[in-house]
């Protein structure tokens, strides 16, 4: 994936999409924990990004940047990292350079010498010139990413551009391809890799002159902007996980004044660190369709912890634990987690609710989610007008908000202090709703 960081684009981003502009110059920079000038600075990068994206957009000076996103309805359900995925992916110097790599991989196999000489011919005389070993380093990255493809055979290696689906698929069959594509990234987890596959299809269908409905046979609005900002630090954790890898980071909780601050790198101008510095043995990473959030579940110096990943910066891998001692804590973790609705490892409790029908005669959509969603749940009694669903969690917290989302075709029947509560948070709504 990409070669850079982009922590504070991504918080930058998140804070944009969920205050909606609400914030001045100056709440946002603090917090974010940056100055007005890094803030500005930030913005015009972003700026630079949409404008590059979408050429069409009229290039007003001023504008917002909440405003050109949403320019077009339709063109802002591109998920927002995928501009950081675009832009921050390579730096400026290595994009020059693989662009001249891949052009020339387009058209033959070559060795790392061959590109060596092919780059800095290619290069204007003004810029910095490569070393074998930066192209050699440009190859191992393009091969790690799956964009070209080392030969068989003996030394020196010949490379070649890996574009062997475009080239064996049929064009209907490309088709096929890029609308499943693009409904599996519109509606799955993880999306990001399946975005950057379909933009790359597009782009093929763009260059031999498709038309442009062909490329947009659906049209969604993305909603959970979190669930895919935080997508840029689930492969780091997954690769952590299967290599048995600790890893440490940077924490700002949910309840944090501020979301992010500058990595320190100039030891006379270090300054006391806002988050909170982890280092844990990543063990599990898990996704809450209900809300859009990822959580992280590692184990740590006071044993199990969890993390929502948006509040994450800074990561990176450490050494590797031994396989006795990842299994020792993994079971540990699944014996937590044995009745977790989502993530929560605390006491064990019974839940018991009563679901009503919706009536004779019609189909019963009320049971048939209970069956879908109800997770390890079973249905104890039922009638004709209703049917008792049963159901040990830990903890009331997770699985409330599914239940209440019944409405009325719901009743807590236990434990007594659940239904207390929601008959509380019914009583508010209907507060609501009181002739004024």
């Known amino acids: 994936m990409a070669k850079e960081s982009f922590d504070k684009e991504i918080q930058f981003l998140r804070m944009l999409v969920?205050?909606?502009?609400?914030?001045?110059?100056?709440?946002?920079?603090e917090k974010l924990g940056i100055s007005v000038h890094t803030f500005d600075k930030t913005l015009r990068k972003l700026k630079d990004m949409v404008g590059?994206?979408?050429?069409?957009?009229?290039?007003?000076?001023?504008?917002?940047?909440?405003?050109?996103?949403?320019?077009?309805?339709?063109?802002?359900?591109?998920?927002?990292?995928?501009?950081?995925?675009?832009?921050?992916?390579?730096?400026?110097?290595e994009s020059e350079r693989i662009s001249l790599l891949?052009?020339?991989?387009?058209?033959e196999?070559?060795?790392?010498?061959?590109?060596?000489?092919?780059?800095?011919?290619?290069?204007?005389p003004d810029s910095a010139m490569p070393d074998e070993k930066t192209i050699r380093s440009d190859l191992k990255y393009l091969e790690q990413v799956g964009v070209?493809?080392?030969?068989?055979?003996?030394?020196?290696?010949?490379?070649?551009?890996?574009?062997?689906?475009?080239?064996?698929?049929?064009?209907?069959?490309?088709?096929?391809?890029?609308?499943?594509?693009?409904?599996?990234?519109n509606t799955q987890v993880p999306s990001v890799q399946g975005y950057l596959l379909r933009d790359g299809l597009k782009k093929h269908f763009l260059r031999h002159d498709a038309e442009t409905h062909a490329t947009e046979p659906f049209l969604y609005k993305y909603h959970y902007y979190s669930r895919i900002l935080d997508e840029a630090h689930l492969f780091t954790l997954l690769s952590a996980i299967r290599s048995r890898e600790k890893v440490r980071f940077l924490y700002f909780s949910p309840k944090a004044e501020k979301s992010y601050a500058a990595r320190n790198t100039n030891p006379l101008f270090e300054r006391e660190s806002v988050g909170k510095e982890v280092k844990v043995l990543p063990l599990k990473v898990i996704y809450d369709h209900?809300?859009?959030?990822?959580?992280?579940?590692?184990?740590?110096?006071?044993?199990?912890?969890?993390?929502?990943?948006?509040?994450?910066?800074?990561?990176?891998?450490?050494k590797a634990v031994t396989e006795e001692f990842y299994q020792e804590k993994s079971k540990a973790l699944a014996d937590k987690m044995q009745f977790s609705w989502v993530i929560d490892t605390g006491r064990p409790v019974r839940v018991r609710a009563r679901f009503y029908s919706p009536g004779a005669g019609l189909n019963n959509f009320v049971k048939e989610r209970v069956l879908l969603q109800g997770q390890w749940g079973d249905i104890v009694e039922e009638d004709e007008l209703s049917f008792i669903y049963e159901i040990t969690v830990n903890g009331t917290t997770e699985i409330k908000p599914w239940l209440r989302s019944f409405g009325s075709?719901?009743?807590?029947?236990?434990?007594l202090q659940l239904r207390r509560e929601m008959i509380e948070e019914w009583k508010e709504i209907l507060a609501y709703y009181e002739p004024v």
């Open 52 to 93: 590059t994206l979408y050429q069409q957009l009229p290039e007003e000076q001023g504008r917002e940047l909440a405003e050109t996103i949403r320019y077009s309805y339709y063109d802002s359900t591109d998920p927002m990292l995928l501009f950081l995925f675009r832009a921050k992916s390579v730096k400026e110097s």
């Open 109 to 124: 196999p070559h060795t790392a010498l061959e590109l060596l000489d092919i780059c800095c011919g290619g290069l204007a």
């Open 409 to 415: 075709s719901c009743e807590i029947l236990e434990p």
């Open 290 to 318: 209900q809300y859009g959030r990822w959580y992280l579940l590692a184990n740590g110096r006071e044993g199990i912890r969890k993390y929502r990943m948006e509040g994450m910066t800074q990561i990176q891998q450490s």
């Open 102 to 107: 891949l052009a020339a991989l387009n058209d």
């Open 18 to 29: 969920l205050t909606s502009g609400a914030y001045s110059r100056q709440q946002f920079a």
């Open 148 to 185: 070209i493809w080392r030969e068989p055979g003996p030394r020196p290696y010949r490379y070649r551009l890996h574009n062997d689906l475009i080239l064996e698929l049929s064009e209907e069959e490309l088709y096929d391809l890029y609308d499943f594509v693009d409904v599996m990234a």
